[in-house]
């Protein structure tokens, strides 16, 4: 510690350290109302430990932690690439590229396989619906429409509730969390992997208003996080041969690759992936990267297009085709005047306004939900069933109340459709009429977003029909996104958005000459980006899902427009949900308040110090007594002529030392030498989630405590610092852009101690500035 002599008054110190963390944990949450028009997590009866935060991951309270994406280089580190051979590096290079190659395989069979249950399971479903009308056996029909959908809810939700509870939940925000440094166990794990993929599958096929589009990205991470972390040891799932990727670094790379090909197989749309994880996803971002990420996704596109081909035999499912989303509308406008113009203009502004409401509503019932789901399982899968029972009400009863219309003449298919999807629904409808509402409810949402897309079709639905399904699918998306089933909300979005855009086409008819099929892509695009508040990346995958490249200029300026306006109301739908879920996230830019603060305002003690050569007992207790990361080593005389920063040593590295007992009885330096004699540079490698030494694991016995360590072979020497007078605005932007875990402050004027603290994530948080100063506004 500071003074090797005095173990006595360390040990105080660290208890002190502890007290004092207790404190300012405590004053956390009991600021967290005075901060609360900045961040309002859903957790509101927060305890809070020494070791790391607590957020909600899935449905899941775990605790998190920061990644450690900076290189650590210390001596083991520059030996062991010193030691490196060419074709050691070759190997390196070579298993990032298969590696990539994997995930896009993997992530593709997944996801076709994925489509392939759902349209099936949903088809008999359906087709045994569709039957019992037939026969006019109209309450049977129902009671066996929702009892499957009911059996259905409730398996996915058991899964979620019981075994996975953090696959819940699209994903997207964990998995963008993670790449922006947050760690939890359960975010990626085996466990999350397989209730996600299977718990997907049930809760589409059960009717919900949901999608498996987000789930899928979360799913294309957890099978990259599986690979670069050598596979599972708890589920005897192990590779050897990728011990090069025991890096936070090389893993978020994977996952970045992993979250872009979740997108190319669930939309079909490898370029939109790729742009996703830049846009969305990844917060670190590099040319290197968006070689193997664009990778990825060809191997994904490469992959789902030899299983068309063999879905074209109709050996895929009992509905479209195979579930493997396209539609295509291939639009004959090759002009448009400037009536259409205006036309788009209003479709931007109305897709704002919806998009802003419908973020502000999701938040209401999110918080609502949080009171339910805190109860336990049981009362996470009652409220599933209850949101099943009301989707399968509207779904099978609201097409009572839509007039059966006569089939349009000189029609290529079949009309009343019978026992596949279609347009023309028979529902209760006679011979040569159907029923145009039911054709949208009764369907897989994949099918009923085809409808809408259709071109060509602008009588097949009346506007009280699009009217009453825009209601219903706006309300049951909302209710429906909070449940404990793996769900995405880019199909519940996008239907509504083609909905109301063919009913604003419908109404500008007079003054515009677009097809009401191109007006249902407009008004996607439109609520896309609204709620998402992605442009690029949503141009891309709308334009990739409906081979109309001559609508770039319209989706583009819709999606401008409706960003724009909702913009001014409120956030994004998934930064909303990664700020109530209490995942400390780093924003791009500094909040303005951070201006009027520095850099050793909000560093909080007192600090715990470990000298260069340490005593193991005061080791010992440190790790006992604090959840510490990262501590600071200072050297001291004999070592130095005064006391000066060496750098600093992370608790992984402590442990992993500590372990290995390399202790001598003399305070002396032993060197980089005398460890590599006993360790390897992969034995300080990161583990995977989980698989790291815990505090539990040391055996250190009652004379080895009076014994010392050397911790100079393991220390970072060269540590990111900065002066405690620098602006806490630019300290985040630094902290942030450079991915860090640890931030040194070090004092301006000399006579003092070469370091005054460390700066983690926490200490950027609102909650914690905002605590040790009330008085500052959060928005100036």
């Known amino acids: 510690m500071e003074t090797q002599d005095g173990g006595s008054n360390d040990i105080e110190n660290i208890e002190g350290a502890r007290r004092e963390m207790e404190r300012n944990a405590s004053g956390f949450y009991e600021n967290e109302n005075d901060a609360g028009s900045v961040r309002q997590p859903l957790l509101r009866k927060r305890t809070m430990n020494t070791t790391s935060q607590i957020a909600i991951v899935g449905a899941n309270v775990c605790p998190i932690e920061s990644l450690d994406y900076e290189i650590v280089e210390n001596d083991l580190f520059k030996q062991d690439w010193r030691s ?99 760690d939890a166990y359960s975010i990626l794990a085996p466990s999350t992997l397989f209730v996600k993929i299977f718990g997907s599958i049930a809760g589409v096929s059960a009717g919900f208003v949901l999608g498996k589009e987000g789930p899928m990205v979360h799913t294309g991470a957890c099978i990259a996080n599986l690979l670069g972390q050598g596979g599972s040891r708890k589920y005897h799932l192990t590779w050897t041969w990728l011990r090069y990727f025991e890096s936070d670094r090389d893993r978020r790379d994977l996952i970045t690759c992993g979250s872009a090909a979740g997108v190319a197989a669930a939309f079909r749309a490898p370029v939109g992936g790729v742009l996703f994880a830049l846009e969305e996803a990844a917060s670190w971002w ?51 005047s400037t009536p259409d113009l205006i036309a788009v203009i209003v479709l931007g502004v109305i897709g704002g306004v919806f998009g802003a409401l419908f973020n502000y509503l999701l938040d209401r019932i999110l918080r609502t939900y949080s009171f339910i789901n805190e109860k336990g399982a049981p009362f996470k899968i009652l409220l599933t069933i209850t949101i099943s029972i009301l989707t399968s009400c509207c779904s099978y009863g609201l097409p009572w109340l839509a007039k059966c219309a006569p089939c349009p003449k000189d029609l290529e298919e079949e009309c009343p459709t019978v026992g596949c999807s279609g347009n023309f629904k028979n529902f209760h409808c006679p011979p040569g009429y159907y029923n145009d509402l039911a054709s949208l409810f009764l369907n897989t949402n994949g099918d009923a977003i085809r409808n809408l897309f259709s071109g060509g079709t602008s009588n097949e639905f009346h506007t009280s029909t699009l009217f009453l399904f825009f209601a219903a699918i706006y309300g049951l998306g909302l209710v429906t996104y909070g449940v404990a089933v793996p769900s995405g909300l880019f199909i519940p979005v996008i239907l509504a958005g083609a909905t109301y855009g063919r009913i604003i086409g419908t109404l500008l008819r007079p003054i515009s000459d677009l097809d009401a099929g191109l007006f249902a892509l407009l008004g996607s695009a439109s609520f896309l980006g609204g709620t998402m508040r992605m442009t690029v990346s949503v141009c891309v995958i709308l334009l990739e899902l409906t081979n109309d490249l001559l609508m770039l200029s319209l989706v583009m300026l819709v999606l401008l427009i409706s960003k724009t306006v909702a ?48 005593k193991v007992g005061n080791i010992v207790e440190a790790l006992r007594l604090t959840g510490h990361n990262g501590f600071p080593v200072i050297d001291e005389p004999p070592f130095s002529d005064a006391p000066e920063l060496v750098g600093l040593v992370l608790r992984s590295h402590l442990l992993v030392l500590l372990k290995g007992k390399r202790f001598t009885r003399e305070r002396v330096k032993t060197g980089v030498k005398e460890i590599l004699r006993r360790f390897g540079a992969f034995d300080f490698a990161k583990a995977g989630s989980g698989k790291g030494l815990k505090f539990e694991d040391l055996n250190i016995l009652e004379d080895e405590m009076d014994m010392f360590v050397d911790l100079h072979p393991i220390t970072n020497t060269s540590p990111y610092t900065v002066v405690e007078t620098m602006s806490l605005a630019k300290a985040a932007v630094l902290f942030r852009e450079l991915g860090l875990r640890h931030l040194c402050v070090v004092p301006k004027t000399p006579g003092r101690p070469p370091i005054v603290g460390i700066l983690t994530r926490h200490d950027f948080t609102s909650e914690h500035i905002l605590g040790l100063f009330p008085h500052i506004h959060p928005h100036k």
Not at 573 to 595: F, N, S
Request: glycine share 10%; hydrophobic share 50%.
């Open 567 to 614: 913009d001014c109301f409120n956030k994004g739908v998934y930064d909303q949900i990664v700020m109530m879920k209490g995942l400390p996230y780093m924003e791009a830019h500094a909040e303005p308040y951070m201006r009027h603060l520095v850099a050793g305002d909000v560093v909080s003690g007192p600090l715990i110090t470990f000298s260069g050569v340490e």
């Open 84 to 182: 490196r051979k060419k074709v050691q590096i070759f190997q390196y290079v070579l298993l990032k590229w298969t590696l990539a190659l994997l995930i896009g395989l993997a992530t593709g069979i997944i996801g076709f396989l994925n489509n392939l249950a759902v349209e099936n399971i949903a088809g008999l479903k359906l087709l045994l619906t569709s039957n019992l009308m037939l026969e006019n056996r109209y309450f049977t029909a129902f009671l066996a429409y929702g009892g499957i959908n009911l059996i259905l809810a409730a398996a996915a939700a058991a899964l979620c509730a019981y075994v996975a509870p953090a696959a819940a939940g699209s994903g997207i925000p964990e998995v963008k969390a993670y790449l922006n440094g947050v």
């Open 286 to 336: 590099r040319s290197a990267l968006l070689w193997r990420t664009f990778f990825t996704t060809a191997i994904v596109a490469v992959v789902l297009r030899g299983l068309i081909e063999y879905c074209r035999s109709g050996k895929c499912g009992l509905f479209g085709k195979g579930g493997l989303i396209m539609f295509d509308i291939s639009s004959n406008v090759s002009t448009y």
